[in-house]
């Protein structure tokens, strides 16, 4: 498995629904507009069949996150769905979960022990990108950089770049190692030259989580590249701070992605 501080084979799994954190975190448009919702705002003259139509045309209208990951012992869908959850609670915007391809043979991954995926999320197809409004990219780390499975969907994009059909749509990354100096800020550095050669635009988290970017006093994955989870031997579950940061992420780029909406 992901030797120099990648992952490794999983003791245990970890459970999907972890207890959320409630924190207080500075955000870049608090007071942004709410697109959707002034578009489609109703009267008292109203019907319940006008009503019904402005709420689906409320639910074609919303921006689209595609949350996309690969994550073989778990670690990154927590943080995947802990990022959904943020990106759905800013109105007008909803997050959309999909996984990429598997690569290695199943015979591999039942020698590695690597539990069966959610057959709830499905597999994102290529041709399916250039429908997002905005993107966040999970994997873990293998030697510094991502992992292969991601690394083989984003080579399988080459029509895509070849007319720059996703130039300008904003983009982030989130990660996962098996050890503290194992790649948290390397993985998604090297990452970011997938961005730039399809024109995409990066969305780094910066230090906008506050105070929960200086803990030092218990372990914490995540940068200001993107939050983060220390996977260890693959026994240790997220932290409570490890999903807080996920799931403002989610928020973060949410509001940017409203943002850019709105100058568009």
């Known amino acids: 498995m992901g030797k120099g501080g990648g992952c490794v084979p999983s003791k245990k799994r970890s ?21 959707v919702q002034n578009q489609f705002s109703t009267t008292n003259s109203t019907t ?33 769905r802990k990022m959904k959850k943020g990106v759905d609670s800013i109105d007008g915007v909803e997050g959309v979960l999909y996984r990429v391809p598997e690569t290695l043979p199943m015979e591999a991954l039942e020698q590695m022990r690597v539990p069966l ?27 510094g950089s991502m992992a292969a499975q991601m690394k ?29 100096g194992g790649g948290q800020e390397t993985t998604a550095w090297t990452a970011i030259t997938q961005l730039v050669h399809h024109g995409m635009i990066y969305v780094p988290i910066g230090y906008t989580f506050g105070a929960g970017m200086f803990e030092m006093v218990s372990l914490r994955g995540g940068s200001p590249y993107g939050a983060g989870v220390f996977s260890g031997d693959g026994s240790r579950e997220p932290s409570e701070t490890e999903l807080a940061l996920a799931e403002h992420q989610g928020k973060y780029m949410a509001l940017i992605v409203k943002r850019f909406s709105s100058a568009s």
């Open 15 to 35: 459970p999907i629904d972890v207890q959320d954190q409630d924190q207080d975190h500075p955000n870049p448009d608090r007071d942004g507009h709410n697109l």
């Open 48 to 80: 319940p069949a006008q009503n019904n139509n402005n709420m689906q045309a409320e639910a074609v209208k919303k921006l689209r996150i595609f949350i996309i990951f690969y994550s073989m012992y778990s670690h990154v869908e927590l943080l995947a």
């Open 117 to 143: 995926k959610d057959g709830g999320v499905p597999v994102v197809s290529v041709d399916e990108l250039t429908m997002a409004d905005g993107f966040l990219f999970g994997f873990p780390t293998r030697f």
């Open 152 to 180: 083989a969907f984003f080579d399988s994009t080459g029509n895509l770049w070849k007319g720059q059909r996703l130039a300008g749509v904003p983009a982030g990354f989130f990660v996962s190692t098996g050890t503290q």
